[in-house]
């Protein structure tokens, strides 16, 4: 593991040096600083938001950063932690409710194996073919209809309905292999 401690310290000095390289950051640790946010929020679009803003605030602060041997990805859970209770504060003066929403609750440290899971399950959709990536990413995250897919994108229900399967079958049996190991 110390060669992926060794690249990602690389990493970030190069993009402290050079902002655009922070780039291959945000490629790294996207998908879990979203499943992070997300499984706190439970709303797709604020989920969204906010993991934007973490990745433009650690951007902003990377210059800031010192190496000290913990995983980068901790410190964005840290922006990210920090963003949600932000929010929940933002939205609880909104509705001019002191007590709307409970930032305490959003503060608990991560299950890491559910932001790991999660993470590597946006990692296998993006891996998927085009035709069955774009309906899956259509019916879970945009909640479409078969219907509405079907219109979207010139086929039949029956070819999106075929499409969705493979799609979640391949899915299942990349998340059976990659949890099994040696015989399952």
């Known amino acids: 593991m110390?060669?992926?401690?060794?690249?990602?310290?690389?990493?970030i000095e190069a993009?402290?040096?050079?902002?655009?390289?922070f780039a291959d950051l945000y490629e790294a640790h996207f998908g879990r600083v979203y499943a992070f946010v997300e499984c706190r929020v439970r709303n797709?679009?604020?989920?969204?938001?906010?993991t934007s803003e973490v990745f433009q605030k650690a951007l902003?602060?990377?210059?800031?950063?010192?190496?000290r041997g913990?995983?980068?990805?901790?410190?964005?859970f840290r922006i990210a932690a920090n963003a949600i209770v932000d929010h929940a504060q933002q939205q609880a003066r909104e509705r001019g409710a002191a007590?709307?929403?409970?930032?305490?609750?959003?503060?608990?440290?991560?299950?890491?194996?559910?932001?790991?899971?999660?993470?590597?399950?946006f990692r296998l959709v993006s891996s998927l073919p085009t035709n069955q990536r774009r309906v899956v990413e259509?019916?879970?995250?945009?909640?479409?209809?078969?219907?509405?897919?079907?219109n979207e994108i010139g086929r039949s229900e029956g070819a999106v309905k075929q499409l969705q399967f493979r799609a979640l079958e391949?899915?299942?049996?990349?998340?059976?292999?990659?949890?099994?190991?040696a015989g399952g």
């Open 60 to 67: 902003a602060k990377l210059s800031t950063f010192e190496w």
């Open 2 to 11: 110390k060669t992926l401690e060794a690249e990602e310290q690389l990493l």
């Open 170 to 181: 391949n899915l299942r049996v990349q998340m059976g292999s990659k949890r099994g190991g």
């Open 138 to 150: 259509m019916r879970f995250m945009e909640e479409k209809s078969i219907r509405e897919i079907a």
């Open 99 to 121: 007590n709307a929403g409970d930032p305490v609750e959003h503060a608990l440290p991560p299950d890491l194996d559910r932001i790991e899971g999660r993470a590597r399950l």
């Open 70 to 76: 913990a995983p980068f990805v901790s410190w964005l």
């Open 44 to 50: 797709r679009a604020q989920a969204e938001d906010i």
């Open 15 to 21: 993009a402290q040096k050079d902002p655009s390289r």
